[in-house]
Protein backbone atom coordinates (compact mmCIF):
# COMPACT_ATOMS: atom_id res chain seq x y z
CA UNK A 1 0.00 0.00 0.00
CA UNK A 2 1.41 3.06 -1.27
CA UNK A 3 0.97 6.83 0.51
CA UNK A 4 -1.65 7.58 -2.68
CA UNK A 5 -3.36 4.57 -1.84
CA UNK A 6 -3.74 5.75 1.90
CA UNK A 7 -4.99 9.14 1.06
CA UNK A 8 -7.56 8.16 -1.50
CA UNK A 9 -8.94 6.05 0.52
CA UNK A 10 -8.90 8.55 3.83
CA UNK A 11 -10.53 11.01 0.99
CA UNK A 12 -13.27 8.74 0.24
CA UNK A 13 -14.08 8.10 4.25
CA UNK A 14 -13.92 11.92 5.45
CA UNK A 15 -14.54 14.07 2.02
CA UNK A 16 -15.64 17.37 3.96
CA UNK A 17 -13.12 16.37 6.55
CA UNK A 18 -10.20 16.82 3.56
CA UNK A 19 -12.28 20.04 2.10
CA UNK A 20 -12.14 21.76 5.39
CA UNK A 21 -7.83 21.07 5.55
CA UNK A 22 -7.78 22.21 1.91
CA UNK A 23 -9.07 25.48 2.81
CA UNK A 24 -7.33 25.53 6.12
CA UNK A 25 -4.43 25.76 3.87
CA UNK A 26 -5.31 27.82 1.55
CA UNK A 27 -6.06 30.51 3.91
CA UNK A 28 -2.71 29.99 6.03
CA UNK A 29 -1.03 30.44 2.28
CA UNK A 30 -3.23 33.45 1.87
CA UNK A 31 -2.74 34.79 4.94
CA UNK A 32 1.37 34.73 4.30
CA UNK A 33 0.84 36.33 1.07
CA UNK A 34 -1.07 39.13 2.14
CA UNK A 35 1.77 39.57 5.18
CA UNK A 36 4.43 39.63 2.50
CA UNK A 37 2.59 41.86 0.11
CA UNK A 38 1.74 44.19 3.17
CA UNK A 39 5.58 44.27 4.34
CA UNK A 40 6.46 45.35 0.76
CA UNK A 41 4.08 48.52 0.99
CA UNK A 42 5.37 49.28 4.17
CA UNK A 43 8.86 49.81 3.26
CA UNK A 44 8.18 51.33 0.01
CA UNK A 45 6.52 54.18 2.22
CA UNK A 46 9.09 54.32 4.63
CA UNK A 47 12.00 54.51 1.70
CA UNK A 48 9.43 57.15 -0.16
CA UNK A 49 9.37 59.55 3.02
CA UNK A 50 13.52 58.78 3.74
CA UNK A 51 14.06 60.25 -0.17
CA UNK A 52 11.55 62.99 0.90
CA UNK A 53 13.53 63.90 3.49
CA UNK A 54 16.97 63.60 2.07
CA UNK A 55 15.87 65.54 -0.70
CA UNK A 56 14.33 68.71 1.28
CA UNK A 57 17.59 68.76 3.31
CA UNK A 58 19.92 68.95 0.45
CA UNK A 59 17.58 71.59 -0.82
CA UNK A 60 16.45 70.11 -4.06
CA UNK A 61 12.91 70.21 -2.82
CA UNK A 62 10.77 72.14 -0.97
CA UNK A 63 9.07 71.72 2.12
CA UNK A 64 5.67 69.84 2.05
CA UNK A 65 2.81 72.70 2.16
CA UNK A 66 1.72 71.16 5.41
CA UNK A 67 4.14 72.21 7.02
CA UNK A 68 3.91 75.52 5.88
CA UNK A 69 0.30 75.39 6.98
CA UNK A 70 1.04 73.84 10.54
CA UNK A 71 3.32 77.34 10.89
CA UNK A 72 6.65 75.20 10.47
CA UNK A 73 8.95 77.46 9.39
CA UNK A 74 11.63 75.67 7.22
CA UNK A 75 15.18 77.21 6.95
CA UNK A 76 15.86 77.89 3.00
CA UNK A 77 19.28 77.28 1.40
CA UNK A 78 21.74 74.50 1.83
CA UNK A 79 22.62 72.97 5.22
CA UNK A 80 26.28 72.72 4.58
CA UNK A 81 28.51 76.05 4.57
CA UNK A 82 29.45 76.96 1.21
CA UNK A 83 32.78 77.69 -0.27
CA UNK A 84 35.57 76.89 -3.20
CA UNK A 85 37.86 77.06 -0.44
CA UNK A 86 37.85 76.75 3.51
CA UNK A 87 38.66 80.04 3.73
CA UNK A 88 35.78 81.17 1.98
CA UNK A 89 33.38 78.83 3.96
CA UNK A 90 35.04 80.19 7.30
CA UNK A 91 34.10 84.01 6.08
CA UNK A 92 30.42 83.00 5.17
CA UNK A 93 30.43 81.21 9.09
CA UNK A 94 31.28 84.48 10.25
CA UNK A 95 28.69 86.95 8.15
CA UNK A 96 26.15 84.41 9.18
CA UNK A 97 27.10 84.88 12.82
CA UNK A 98 27.35 88.64 12.76
CA UNK A 99 24.35 89.02 10.84
CA UNK A 100 22.19 86.84 13.60
CA UNK A 101 24.05 89.03 16.39
CA UNK A 102 23.46 91.95 14.38
CA UNK A 103 19.46 90.78 13.86
CA UNK A 104 18.64 90.71 17.37
CA UNK A 105 19.87 94.17 18.06
CA UNK A 106 23.73 92.95 19.23
CA UNK A 107 27.17 94.15 18.38
CA UNK A 108 30.12 91.94 17.73
CA UNK A 109 33.13 93.07 20.10
CA UNK A 110 35.55 90.81 18.36
CA UNK A 111 35.75 87.17 16.33
CA UNK A 112 38.06 84.30 15.28
CA UNK A 113 37.58 81.97 12.63
CA UNK A 114 38.77 78.39 13.40
CA UNK A 115 39.91 76.71 10.38
CA UNK A 116 42.63 74.20 11.52
CA UNK A 117 42.05 72.23 15.00
CA UNK A 118 40.76 69.41 16.39
CA UNK A 119 37.31 69.84 14.79
CA UNK A 120 38.89 70.58 10.82
CA UNK A 121 39.53 67.03 10.04
CA UNK A 122 35.56 66.40 10.19
CA UNK A 123 34.74 68.91 8.09
CA UNK A 124 33.87 71.41 10.72
CA UNK A 125 34.50 75.15 10.72
CA UNK A 126 34.08 77.30 13.62
CA UNK A 127 33.91 80.58 14.79
CA UNK A 128 34.39 82.17 18.25
CA UNK A 129 32.73 84.95 18.74
CA UNK A 130 32.40 87.43 21.29
CA UNK A 131 29.16 90.05 21.52
CA UNK A 132 27.37 92.19 23.63
CA UNK A 133 23.35 92.04 23.40
CA UNK A 134 20.02 92.72 25.69
CA UNK A 135 19.24 89.47 27.84
CA UNK A 136 16.48 88.68 25.97
CA UNK A 137 18.01 88.68 22.64
CA UNK A 138 19.94 85.93 23.79
CA UNK A 139 17.45 83.06 23.25
CA UNK A 140 16.60 84.82 19.76
CA UNK A 141 20.04 84.67 18.71
CA UNK A 142 20.51 81.03 19.48
CA UNK A 143 17.81 79.91 18.31
CA UNK A 144 18.17 81.78 15.03
CA UNK A 145 21.83 80.31 14.84
CA UNK A 146 20.89 76.39 15.09
CA UNK A 147 17.52 76.30 13.43
CA UNK A 148 19.01 78.19 10.82
CA UNK A 149 20.72 77.78 7.34
CA UNK A 150 23.24 76.59 7.17
CA UNK A 151 23.17 73.97 9.72
CA UNK A 152 25.37 75.54 12.78
CA UNK A 153 25.96 73.79 16.16
CA UNK A 154 27.08 75.73 19.47
CA UNK A 155 30.16 74.31 21.06
CA UNK A 156 30.64 76.88 24.04
CA UNK A 157 28.52 79.88 25.33
CA UNK A 158 29.12 81.97 28.00
CA UNK A 159 27.64 84.53 29.51
CA UNK A 160 28.74 87.42 31.68
CA UNK A 161 25.49 89.44 33.49
CA UNK A 162 25.56 93.17 32.94
CA UNK A 163 26.75 95.11 35.83
CA UNK A 164 24.94 96.01 38.68
CA UNK A 165 24.99 99.73 39.67
CA UNK A 166 24.59 101.17 43.62
CA UNK A 167 21.12 101.52 43.09
CA UNK A 168 20.14 97.87 42.40
CA UNK A 169 19.77 98.50 38.54
CA UNK A 170 21.42 96.89 36.01
CA UNK A 171 23.72 98.38 33.65
CA UNK A 172 24.79 98.04 30.01
CA UNK A 173 24.10 94.70 27.96
CA UNK A 174 25.07 91.27 28.91
CA UNK A 175 28.75 89.92 26.89
CA UNK A 176 28.29 86.75 25.56
CA UNK A 177 31.33 84.31 24.17
CA UNK A 178 29.99 82.12 21.78
CA UNK A 179 31.48 79.94 19.79
CA UNK A 180 29.74 78.01 16.62
CA UNK A 181 30.82 75.00 14.12
CA UNK A 182 29.21 74.12 10.91
CA UNK A 183 29.97 71.46 8.33
CA UNK A 184 31.92 72.75 5.04
CA UNK A 185 31.65 70.17 2.02
CA UNK A 186 34.14 70.45 0.38
CA UNK A 187 35.27 72.68 -2.48
CA UNK A 188 32.29 71.97 -4.92
Not at 50 to 73: M, Q
Not at 81 to 87: H, Q
Not at 148 to 163: R, S
Request: proline share 4%; hydrophobic share 50%; glycine share 10%.
Amino acid sequence: MTINDLIARYHSRLPALATALYLVLIAVLGSAIWNVIAGILEQRTVIAAATDLLARLEGRKPAASGAVAAGEDTPIGSPFLEGPTVTVAGAALLQRMAAAVTKVGGNILSSQVELQGSQSKAGLIGVIASCELEQPALQQLLYDLEAGMPFLFIEQLVVQAPTVSGAGTQEGKMRVLLAAYGQWEGGK
